[in-house]
């Protein structure tokens, strides 16, 4: 009962790091939702992983999964946008509306979860950006604020930037671009010769630019699925 159970329970981590990360943003501690983001892409990730090692999939476990990230992923960046708009833009009747458009994300990241549930196409591959990674590129926004400071406040804390990073990231989570799933069906290199790539250079990067590398990681993760499409096709 309870090796069955356990991949559940870390979705149900996930889920609780949203929950969470919502009511701290509006508490002002949008930085701490943002931490809770990674928190919860370390749940999501061990609980497909051991219910692949535990051989306990399920219906269940699938629908809850996408519950949880529905929240984690769509509802909490949305919210994330919401908040840093209604920092940056004018308080007027004009203007007023703006900070409302930032929940197109959580709309969007609906209609990609629902997509990836019924498309047979993506059990190896994603059609369009997961929401993970697009949740993890929104929360290291204010991170780069918090520890960059000013300049990087006025480039990211702009109400035109963030409305076209919301129009961008909700398009491309529902875009036929076909991108590279990082799920390991063996571990040897063979087969995996991208994905160990991919991972190798994303932690370098890390390392030598920490909470900058995330932006630039999504970029690359985009740019090497094209090129892997590219060499299947050739």
């Not at 609980?47 to 984690?72: C, E, N, Q, Y």
């Not at 063979?190 to 370098?204: P, Q, T």
């Amino acid at each position: 009962m309870i090796r069955r159970n356990l991949p559940n329970a870390l979705t149900c981590g996930n889920l609780l790091c949203g929950c969470i990360g919502i009511v701290e943003v509006f508490h002002g501690n949008i930085v701490l939702s943002c931490y809770l983001i990674g928190v919860a892409l370390i749940f999501d990730f061990f609980d497909g992983f051991l219910a692949r090692l535990l051989k306990v999939s399920s219906p269940i476990g699938r629908d809850l999964d996408s519950l949880a990230d529905m929240v984690t992923f769509g509802v909490l960046p949305s919210v994330i946008v919401f908040q840093l708009l209604m920092g940056s833009t004018p308080k007027n009747m004009d203007e007023i509306w703006k900070p409302y458009l930032a929940f197109f994300i959580a709309i969007f990241s609906a209609i990609r979860l629902a997509k990836f549930n019924n498309d047979p196409r993506q059990s190896d591959t994603f059609i369009g950006v997961p929401t993970p990674a697009n949740a993890l590129l929104i929360g290291s926004l204010p991170v780069i604020v918090h520890q960059y400071g000013a300049i990087w406040e006025q480039i990211i804390v702009n109400t035109s930037n963030l409305l076209i990073l919301t129009f961008v990231m909700s398009f491309l989570l529902v875009a036929e671009l076909p991108l590279l799933a990082l799920k390991f069906k063996a571990f040897g290199w063979k087969g995996n010769e991208i994905r160990y790539s991919f991972i190798l250079i994303s932690a370098l990067l890390l390392i030598f630019f920490q909470i900058l590398a995330i932006p630039v990681i999504l970029i690359l993760y985009i740019f090497v699925s094209l090129l892997s499409n590219l060499s299947k096709t050739n």
